[in-house]
């Protein structure tokens, strides 16, 4: 008898009407909105990192920034906190049309987050500012006492500049 396997969607890429790519991550988006109320899915310059969106950590460099999701609210207030300089990066890429150097996300505790220390090493601090590079093994961290707008945008020129020292994960 013929095993029967279930659909898996690899990618989904999603265009507008002139053929430009909106989002190259329509599948994230399906698993994440299963009823489309925030189709087409343009995409958030900074995202919660969660279990399903957690695979576009394997596309390229990605700014994270671990907080205590215990603490009402801190989430929301990382996201407002780095989201300026996410626009700012993003629309300075796109308007050479190129991709953004980097994807943005904030972390807060659960057991994906603690896996992605475990792996990548990182210490149990919170918050802590980090630009993981899963593809080259590298990670670049900023253990500060307090993560302030002026810290993020250094730490991201920085890195843009190639002024970082890269620690192997």
């Given at each position: 008898?013929?095993?029967?396997?279930?659909?898996?969607?690899?990618?989904?890429?999603?265009?507008?009407?002139?053929?430009?790519?909106?989002?190259?991550?329509?599948?994230?988006?399906?698993?994440?909105?299963?009823?489309?109320?925030?189709f087409?899915?343009?995409?958030?310059?900074?995202?919660?990192?969660?279990?399903?969106?957690?695979?576009?950590?394997?596309?390229?460099?990605?700014?994270?920034?671990?907080?205590?999701?215990?603490?009402?609210?801190?989430?929301?207030?990382?996201?407002?906190?780095?989201?300026?300089?996410?626009?700012?990066?993003?629309?300075?890429y796109?308007?050479?049309?190129?991709?953004?150097?980097?994807?943005?996300?904030?972390?807060?505790?659960?057991?994906?987050?603690?896996?992605?220390?475990?792996?990548?090493?990182?210490?149990?601090?919170?918050?802590?500012l980090?630009?993981?590079?899963?593809?080259?093994?590298?990670?670049?961290?900023?253990?500060?006492?307090?993560?302030?707008?002026?810290?993020?945008?250094?730490?991201?020129?920085?890195?843009?500049?190639?002024?970082?020292?890269?620690?192997?994960?």
């Amino acid at each position: 008898m013929p095993r029967i396997q279930r659909a898996r969607i690899p990618t989904l890429i999603v265009l507008d009407s002139q053929g430009e790519v909106i989002t190259r991550q329509g599948r994230v988006e399906v698993l994440n909105d299963v009823e489309c109320r925030e189709f087409p899915w343009h995409p958030k310059p900074v995202l919660e990192l969660t279990d399903s969106n957690a695979v576009q950590l394997n596309e390229g460099p990605c700014l994270v920034l671990f907080v205590d999701s215990e603490d009402d609210g801190e989430s929301e207030a990382a996201k407002q906190l780095i989201q300026p300089i996410a626009e700012k990066i993003i629309a300075k890429y796109k308007a050479k049309d190129e991709e953004a150097p980097l994807l943005f996300f904030v972390a807060g505790e659960d057991d994906m987050t603690d896996s992605l220390r475990d792996y990548t090493n990182l210490p149990e601090a919170a918050p802590l500012l980090t630009i993981l590079d899963m593809s080259a093994r590298a990670k670049y961290v900023m253990d500060v006492e307090e993560i302030t707008p002026e810290i993020v945008e250094a730490f991201v020129s920085d890195f843009l500049a190639d002024k970082l020292k890269p620690e192997p994960i």
